[in-house]
């Protein structure tokens, strides 16, 4: 799982929100070789996209976040992206 933070240098306020992009990033063997697999990725990408978005304070682009096979992962997705690491977003009640 890949997540890119657009406000990533900056610590906002409680009133702001913190703009994000998702990939879920799947082995290109799995994408090509395992319709079942690629069906329960998509469905938990689904769900933790709505987890997310459900947060106070966090809005996740539906429109840029994507499951994507790993060949066509670029590599300018994963410069702008970092791995999930919950240290990366802030902690509000």
């Known amino acids: 799982m890949r997540v ?3 406000e990533k240098e900056e610590e906002l306020g409680a009133e702001q929100a913190y703009h994000v992009v998702v990939f879920f990033v ?4 799995v994408w090509n ?3 079942e697999g690629r069906k329960d990725i998509n469905n938990a990408f689904a769900k933790f996209l ?3 978005d459900a947060c ?3 809005e ?5 976040s994507a499951v ?3 060949n066509e992962f670029s590599w300018q997705e994963a ?4 791995l999930w690491d919950f240290a990366n977003l802030s902690h509000r009640d």
């Open 60 to 64: 996740v682009d539906q429109d840029e």
């Open 50 to 52: 709505a987890e997310l």
């Open 33 to 35: 070789g395992d319709i």
């Open 56 to 58: 106070e304070g966090v």
């Open 4 to 6: 890119g933070i657009v």
């Open 68 to 70: 994507v096979p790993g």
């Open 26 to 29: 799947v082995d290109e063997d």
């Open 79 to 82: 410069k702008l992206t970092d």
